[in-house]
Structure formats: C-alpha cells, structure tokens
C-alpha cells in the first residue's frame, strides 16, 4: 500500500528564511507520480508540482525548488526566502500509476502547516 | 475560466438529514473524485469516477454515496449524516487515467460540512 509521511506538522520562520519540508513516500510501484499542493488560510488547494519516478532532476520555479531523491523515497521542497504570503498549508501526495483499480487515487501525507512571520 | 465547483461552500445540518453536495467542472474531465480532509489525517479518497456510469469506492466509502450520470458532475450523497461526517470536502477532477499515466488532479473550493 501507498504512503506519504509528512513529519513536519508545523514550521514557523521569519520572513526572508528558507523553509524546507520534508516528504518520504512508500510504494512497491515502478511507475509513480509524487505531487505537492498549497492551501492558504482562504482553504483551496492550489497545485505546484508533479513529477514522475523516472525523472529524478531538481526543479526550481521562482523561489520554490523540489529535491526528489528516489534512494531514500523523499521529494522535498524548498521555499527560498520565505515571505508572508507563503503561510499555508502544503501537502505532498503520491498516486500509483499502473494501480488502474485504484483509478487516479492521490494518498497524501498530514500536510505541514508554515507560518511565515513579518 | 477552467475550474472545479463545488455547492454549498459551507454547510450546518442535523443528524439523519440527507443532503446533497454538488461537484461540477468545465473542462471535459473523465476521472472525478471526492476527498475528506480531516486534522493531521490530509486528504483521504471517498469515491472516485473514472466516466459516466463508473463509479467506485475509495479509502473511506463508508456512509456516502455518488453517482455520475453526466462527464461534468460527480455529486456526493450522505443519506444520513453522523457527526463524524463532519469534515471539509473537496470534489478534484483530471484529464483520466491513459496508459498507465496520472494526471494532475484540480480541486474545487471545499465544503466545510458540519453534522450536529
């Protein structure tokens, strides 16, 4: 069975810090894909990133960078000089993609809840 | 504009009292889902639609039930709500599973559901 550890529950950083969150994963899939997801104070869940297993390259977009490492099943992400506007929730989550039964499922970890402070 | 609605936004109801939560979205999905979000739990999957007439249940089925009789609505019944229902409900939708792939889900707003 899949499933995502968030162990971070909350995070609390003053603005201008970098923040890093941790994701480790399990699955017995090959074939996977590992996503994380914001959700501001206002509750919508807003999407970031997907990356498949078969591509292990970092990723940077603006002040956000995700470290995928499939050696030790993690897929961390980096928000570089945090601002206040970054305080939300975020979740990582991870869907099989062979599992067609389990049609397009996203398992996701507890999320970690980041308060940026002025 | 391409998104995922949901209705109501918010709801307060009694124990025993059925009610209705409507998903729709406008961009020809096939694949519709439903999750619970629950403190330090994240999201957990209810049922999910892979098309029309298809449906099946997901992690957490018990005490809901969903049907898809049209590609752009996926509705979430609970027949008779327990206040352990209570919970922020998200309706996600995505292109479909092909060929083994997974594509990205996009969540409506949420309906923060309250059971007394």
């Known amino acids: 069975a899949q499933k995502v550890t968030q162990a971070q529950t909350e995070i609390s950083v003053v603005e201008k810090e970098d923040v890093t969150l941790d994701c480790v994963y399990e699955?017995?899939?090959?074939?996977?894909?590992l996503f994380w997801y914001k959700q501001p104070p206002s509750g919508e869940l807003v999407f970031l990133i997907r990356?498949?297993?078969?591509?292990?390259q970092n990723e940077i977009s603006g002040r956000y960078s995700w470290n995928f490492q499939k050696s030790t099943s993690s897929f961390n992400f980096t928000i570089t000089a945090s601002q206040v506007v970054d305080s939300a929730v975020y979740f990582c989550?991870?869907?099989?993609?062979?599992?067609?039964?389990?049609?397009?499922?996203?398992?996701f970890g507890g999320g970690t809840r980041v308060l940026v402070k002025p | 504009e391409a998104q995922v609605t949901q209705n109501p936004r918010y709801l307060i109801t009694v124990t025993g009292k059925k009610l209705t939560v409507t998903c729709s979205q406008n961009?020809?999905?096939?694949?519709m889902s439903w999750y619970r979000q629950d403190p330090g739990l994240g999201l957990r999957q209810i049922y999910y639609?892979?098309?029309?007439?298809?449906?099946d249940k997901g992690d957490v089925p018990e005490g809901y039930k969903v049907s898809r009789k049209e590609k752009r609505n996926f509705p979430l019944i609970l027949e008779s709500p327990s206040p352990n229902q209570t919970s922020l409900y998200f309706c996600?939708?995505?292109?479909?599973?092909?060929?083994?792939?997974?594509?990205?889900?996009?969540f409506g707003p949420g309906t923060r559901l309250t059971v007394l």
């Open positions: 996600a939708s995505s292109l479909g599973v092909r060929g083994g792939g997974t594509d990205t889900q996009y």
């Open positions: 699955t017995r899939d090959t074939t996977y894909y």
């Open positions: 990356r498949n297993s078969f591509d292990e």
């Open positions: 989550a991870l869907s099989e993609a062979l599992i067609k039964a389990a049609g397009n499922k996203l398992t």
């Open positions: 961009m020809n999905h096939e694949y």
């Open positions: 639609s892979m098309n029309v007439e298809v449906t």
